[in-house]
């Protein structure tokens, strides 16, 4: 850890007991995770482990079968209507696939939440837009442009600029770096780290990639079978004495991790 926390205190989400399944397939079995306000959590799990599942569930995207999620220390499990969209006002969220509207330019992907949450008129949703975009490293130019005509890694840098457009007081991140070249991955994770240290935002991320575990999170949480079997500060990752921990992190095919590969 390389930076520290503004105002890390209060629990921002706690999930308890969260389990869902689709169909016989039992994929959360049972997931307690807290993350304080202020703090960046960062979920390490294999692939189809259910970490994007979560994130969904918190965001009512889908409804768990049993648990309790709790954000700012109201039960959001069950909510629905103007109660959850009062809720969700509180987040941002970048999607693993982009997910960006195919008939919106680019700035109006981006000004979305300011122009139809916020009902900020269109020229002021747009430089704020703009500004974002730039944050990512995009110029004025990819403005307008419509997200069929950009490359997967300049479409993950406009979600991430959509994310966090409204400056969300809790920012989900779902595979940020993925796609991108290892230059711009660091001006992403700076960009991660500067919304929690700047804007005091609460961030819980899923990420495959360890170099950006290591930059960007203040406490790592390792998902397992459906449960959150190792959390503990990016400092302990080295010397958890997890041996699940350990075959993830060196991403090393022997261990306790089985995969479901198929030799012929
Ligand atoms: N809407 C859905 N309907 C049915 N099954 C689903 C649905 N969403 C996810 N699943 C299943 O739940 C499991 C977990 O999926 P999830 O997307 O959460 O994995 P993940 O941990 O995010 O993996 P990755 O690292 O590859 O993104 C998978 O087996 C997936 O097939
Ligand atoms: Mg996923």
């Not at 629990?11 to 959360?28: A, D, M």
């Not at 959509?162 to 969300?168: D, F, H, L, V």
């Not at 997890?242 to 991403?251: C, K, L």
Request: neutral net charge; charged residues 25%.
């Amino acid at each position: 850890m390389n930076f520290e926390a503004k105002t890390r205190g209060w629990p921002k989400i706690e999930i308890r007991n969260l389990h869902k399944s689709f169909g016989p397939k039992k994929v959360l079995d049972g997931v307690d995770l807290d993350v304080a306000a202020g703090e960046s959590v960062v979920v390490i799990g294999g692939s189809g482990t259910g970490k994007s599942v979560m994130l969904k569930c918190i965001l009512g995207l889908l409804q768990p079968d049993r648990g309790s999620i709790k954000v700012d220390g109201e039960e959001v499990v069950g909510m629905n209507g103007s109660e959850r969209r009062r809720v969700m006002r509180k987040f941002g969220m970048l999607f693993q696939g982009a997910a960006l509207f195919d008939s919106l330019p680019v700035w109006m992907n981006v000004a979305f939440g300011l122009i139809e949450g916020r009902h900020m008129p269109r020229d002021e949703a747009k430089a704020i837009a703009l500004g974002k975009l730039a944050a990512v490293g995009l110029g004025a130019e990819v403005a307008e442009l419509y997200p069929v005509e950009l490359s997967g890694g300049m479409q993950k840098r406009v979600a991430l600029a959509r994310a966090i457009a409204t400056e969300p007081e809790i920012i989900f991140f779902d595979e940020p770096t993925t796609g991108l070249d290892p230059i711009m991955s660091d001006v992403i994770n700076e960009l991660i780290i500067k919304c929690v240290q700047d804007l005091g935002a609460t961030a819980l991320s899923i990420s495959h990639d360890m170099a950006s575990v290591r930059r960007i999170a203040h406490r790592v949480a390792m998902i397992y079978n459906g449960r959150i079997i190792w959390t503990g500060a990016v400092d302990a990752i080295d010397h958890s004495g997890n041996p699940y921990v350990d075959q993830f992190i060196h991403g090393r095919a022997e261990g306790p991790i089985q995969m479901a590969a198929a030799y012929p």
